[in-house]
């Protein structure tokens, strides 16, 4: 058996500079910090998967989510150059299973943003933000990702 940690929330998050016209909903901050709640002197039960090992190995009946093509059936599209200058932006956005808890799954999420701008790169990262996810916060949970686009 793993030995199980004792897990309790932070009293606040450590938020870097906002970049011009960010705005992450205020209700996103306030369910990643009333989930935590939830699980104050709780114990945790840690996710643990070998880095050395594909994740698949740990996954019971493991499936094939996206197939792989054969690069004849790949198109190739042409690119034109333009002398007129356009930003250049990536964003990355990934998610952590941390472990178990009594009553949920503890995760976080985070983003970043990158983008070069006068020859300069730029960036953001924005969180992690821990989420405790339980039967009954879900729902919320998931609404709150499916309906909300940041603008």
């Known amino acids: 058996m793993i030995e199980q940690l004792h897990y309790a929330t932070t009293p606040t998050y450590n938020f870097p500079p906002q970049i011009e016209n960010l705005q992450l909903p205020p209700t996103f901050m306030e369910l990643s910090l009333n989930s935590m709640k939830n699980i104050e002197s709780s114990y945790l039960q840690p996710t643990e998967t070998p880095l050395n090992q594909p994740v698949a190995e740990h996954i019971e009946n493991a499936t094939t989510i996206l197939g792989i093509q054969h690069p004849s059936a790949i198109k190739t599209i042409s690119l034109e150059n333009n002398s007129e200058e356009k930003p250049v932006v990536a964003v990355d956005v990934s998610s952590i299973g941390i472990g178990e808890t009594e009553t949920g799954m503890l995760c976080a ?11 300069r790169y730029k960036y953001q990262r924005i969180g992690p933000f821990p989420f405790h996810i339980t039967e009954e916060n879900k729902k919320e949970i998931c609404k709150l990702f499916r309906n909300h686009s940041f603008e």
């Open 109 to 119: 999420i985070r983003g970043a943003i990158v983008w070069k701008e006068k020859n």
